[in-house]
């Protein structure tokens, strides 16, 4: 899979070399099962029509720039992409997000970052919105899909309990340390790379303090042990760490009951 970072500034370049593909849209923070669903949906359009799957996203989150609300991310672009790949995704356009390109208008946003790109068809979830105040909608993707000759399917709700899954409702499980549940919503356990020296590593969240039951992927093998999240960037780990590399990855299984720990 390629990843291509696109700033305002280089489109020209990038509609010039771009291949034609189907298209699936969205943020997509932690790719839960909601959105695995609309990826895939889009690799069969891919398939379907022998031609290249993208994915187009964005970076920083929107809410981030235009709320300047700080986002507790699921995972950093490397995670994301990782699993993009693994889905079937061949390329990943990661579009800066800024004031700027906020401002441009429903159509303006298609026509220079879906329709020069190449797009034969896309592919989106029920509730996506774009442009401007947010104000395109799947109803006006169909419309402009249509009036472009280009494919549009939309994705329905894909739910949990009744509810639908979304990287919201995660990001709340991983307030709570409600870890347990996460398997089910995004198709693996929660996951966070963490550096013993520097702590958690950016654009991942780590469940609320308290004890946990986890196991260290060390690359070659998983180990099970007890984790303390001790803030928002430290864990301890009870065991063997001196013995782990500087570098893991964390897969968070479930809260500890009445654990006691002796130093
Ligand atoms: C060109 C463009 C302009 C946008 N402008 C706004 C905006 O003014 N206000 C807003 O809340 N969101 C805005 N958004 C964010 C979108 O509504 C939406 O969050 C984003 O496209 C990611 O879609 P998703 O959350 O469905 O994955 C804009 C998105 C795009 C692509
Ligand atoms: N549960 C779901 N079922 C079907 N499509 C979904 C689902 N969740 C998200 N999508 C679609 O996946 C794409 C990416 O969505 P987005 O990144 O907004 O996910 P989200 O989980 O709704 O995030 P947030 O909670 O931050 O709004 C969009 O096209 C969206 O419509």
Redo the contacts with the bound molecule.
Sequence with gaps: MRIQFVEAHQLAGIQQRAPRVVMA????DGVHVGHQKVILAAKKQAVKQGIALAVL??FPH??SV??RQAIHYLEPIEQKAQKLEQLGVDIFYV?Q?TQE??????D??LEA?VRKLRVQHIV??F????????L?NTDTLAVYAAAHRIGFTAVRAYKWHGEKISSTKIREHVRRGDVRTLPQLLGTYYTTKYCQVTGVLPYYTLPQQGHYHVLIDTGSTFIPCLATVLSATKVQLHGDEPSLPQLLTIQWIEQAQDVKIYA
Excluded: E, N
């Excluded at 390109?101 to 429903?106: C, I, K, N, V």
């Design positions: 849209l969205g943020y997509f996203s964005f929107p809410k235009l709320q579009v997000f390109l906020a401002q441009l208008s429903p303006c946003f970052y989106c979830g509730d996506y919105t774009y442009g401007h105040k947010a395109g």
